[in-house]
């Protein structure tokens, strides 16, 4: 078989670019972990000492990480005063965890790809799933971290008023179950903007119910908010104004029978808010830089956590809406619309 040897070449190069692109993302997690990045921040041009002085960590290690930084784009070097800077446009992404556009959530994520490979092979050897709470504790963390900062951003101002008449619910006082709801960021945020209605979340993940409680109890929302644990299809409760389900149907082993739940759980004239991660319909349309993220992410967390529970559909984390709206559909519900999106969410409104 010919070869076209500069094909080769150029594909080599690529993989070496993604080998230091992979190098790059551990080094990025331990200037998170060590407060690297948040030293940086603000703080003009720095030489290895000062930032060593800055963060307690030993000045030799801190000249290798910041010109490996460098060396990646993530900084600045200049070579005058040999002094190393974080661009002001890179603080939101590397150091500041209150925008969207935050990347440190993922670093941790991703670390336990690594960390979690033996069952990974194990699982693609075998077929069998690996369950979420198998996981190593950093991808839980990360997770929170990953969607907080979207959530915080459009939960409230965009996705709830975007379907038709929840936010005046919400606003008079409405009863919500968050299903699938991990550490309880979003039943929070709902909570602390709708003080007149009431919430509980539920999870099957006993550790992050612990989580959601103690997150509750430090906002003093205890009296509005409980946190049970409980799956998508047994969660207890009728007659809920709205049910929600961010981010999770996919990881699910039955998400049609939690669909059915979920519509047996709502008030006659009641909402489901189903929050998913943006993806077309067809494969070909997801082969960008997103879906490289999340086609990876699907690989190693959402379809092992499916597989491991029963039935095992496996949507994935690139559902699509068509999928997505056949297992709706199949769960009971009549009426399914897409209310909005965001670059990394496909915002959904169920009715019975």
């Given at each position: 078989?010919?070869?076209?040897?500069?094909?080769v070449?150029?594909?080599g190069?690529?993989?070496?670019?993604d080998?230091?692109?992979?190098?790059?993302i551990?080094?990025?997690?331990t200037?998170?972990?060590?407060?690297?990045w948040?030293a940086?921040?603000?703080?003009g041009?720095l030489?290895?000492e000062?930032?060593?002085a800055?963060?307690a960590?030993?000045?030799?290690y801190?000249r290798?990480?910041?010109?490996?930084?460098a060396?990646?784009?993530y900084?600045r070097?200049?070579?005058?005063?040999?002094?190393?800077?974080?661009?002001?446009?890179?603080?939101p992404?590397?150091?500041?965890e209150?925008?969207?556009?935050t990347?440190?959530?993922?670093?941790?994520?991703?670390s336990?790809?690594?960390?979690?490979?033996?069952?990974?092979?194990?699982?693609?050897?075998?077929?069998?799933?690996?369950a979420?709470?198998?996981?190593h504790?950093?991808?839980?963390q990360?997770t929170?971290?990953?969607?907080?900062?979207?959530?915080e951003?459009?939960l409230?101002?965009e996705?709830?008023?975007?379907?038709?008449?929840?936010d005046?619910?919400?606003?008079a006082?409405a009863?919500?179950?968050?299903?699938a709801?991990?550490h309880?960021?979003?039943?929070?945020i709902?909570?602390e903007?709708?003080?007149?209605?009431?919430f509980v979340g539920?999870?099957?993940?006993?550790?992050?119910?612990?989580r959601?409680?103690h997150?509750?109890?430090?906002?003093?929302l205890?009296?509005?908010v409980?946190?049970?644990?409980?799956?998508a299809?047994?969660?207890?409760g009728?007659?809920?104004?709205?049910?929600s389900?961010?981010?999770s149907l996919?990881?699910?082993g039955?998400p049609v029978?939690?669909?059915?739940?979920?519509?047996?759980?709502l008030?006659p004239?009641?909402?489901?808010?189903l929050?998913?991660?943006?993806?077309?319909d067809r494969?070909?349309d997801?082969?960008?830089p997103?879906?490289?993220?999340?086609?990876?992410a699907?690989?190693?967390?959402?379809?092992?956590?499916?597989?491991?529970?029963?039935?095992?559909l496996g949507?994935?984390?690139?559902?699509?809406?068509?999928?997505?709206?056949?297992?709706v559909?199949?769960g009971g519900?009549?009426?399914?619309?897409?209310?909005t999106?965001t670059?990394?969410n496909?915002?959904?409104?169920?009715?019975p």
């Amino acid at each position: 078989m010919a070869v076209d040897e500069a094909k080769v070449r150029a594909f080599g190069e690529k993989l070496f670019g993604d080998l230091g692109a992979a190098c790059s993302i551990v080094l990025a997690l331990t200037g998170d972990r060590l407060g690297l990045w948040k030293a940086l921040a603000g703080a003009g041009p720095l030489t290895p000492e000062e930032l060593a002085a800055r963060t307690a960590t030993a000045e030799r290690y801190v000249r290798e990480w910041l010109c490996a930084m460098a060396a990646a784009g993530y900084l600045r070097y200049d070579p005058d005063s040999a002094c190393f800077a974080l661009p002001d446009e890179h603080v939101p992404v590397l150091a500041d965890e209150s925008t969207p556009a935050t990347v440190l959530g993922f670093l941790q994520c991703v670390s336990t790809l690594f960390k979690d490979e033996p069952k990974l092979l194990e699982a693609f050897r075998t077929g069998k799933g690996v369950a979420w709470g198998d996981h190593h504790p950093d991808l839980f963390q990360g997770t929170e971290r990953v969607f907080r900062p979207s959530y915080e951003a459009h939960l409230v101002s965009e996705w709830i008023p975007a379907l038709d008449g929840v936010d005046a619910k919400l606003r008079a006082g409405a009863r919500v179950a968050d299903v699938a709801c991990g550490h309880g960021v979003t039943t929070l945020i709902m909570a602390e903007a709708y003080p007149r209605s009431t919430f509980v979340g539920f999870d099957f993940h006993a550790p992050s119910v612990e989580r959601a409680r103690h997150l509750a109890a430090t906002k003093g929302l205890e009296t509005r908010v409980r946190f049970e644990v409980a799956t998508a299809k047994t969660f207890p409760g009728t007659g809920y104004d709205v049910v929600s389900v961010f981010d999770s149907l996919h990881d699910m082993g039955d998400p049609v029978g939690a669909a059915a739940h979920v519509r047996q759980a709502l008030a006659p004239d009641g909402t489901w808010l189903l929050v998913e991660p943006f993806a077309h319909d067809r494969v070909e349309d997801n082969l960008n830089p997103l879906g490289r993220v999340f086609y990876a992410a699907s690989s190693f967390i959402c379809t092992p956590a499916s597989l491991a529970q029963e039935v095992g559909l496996g949507l994935g984390a690139q559902a699509g809406e068509s999928r997505l709206r056949d297992v709706v559909t199949q769960g009971g519900f009549t009426r399914f619309r897409r209310a909005t999106e965001t670059p990394f969410n496909l915002v959904f409104e169920a009715r019975p």
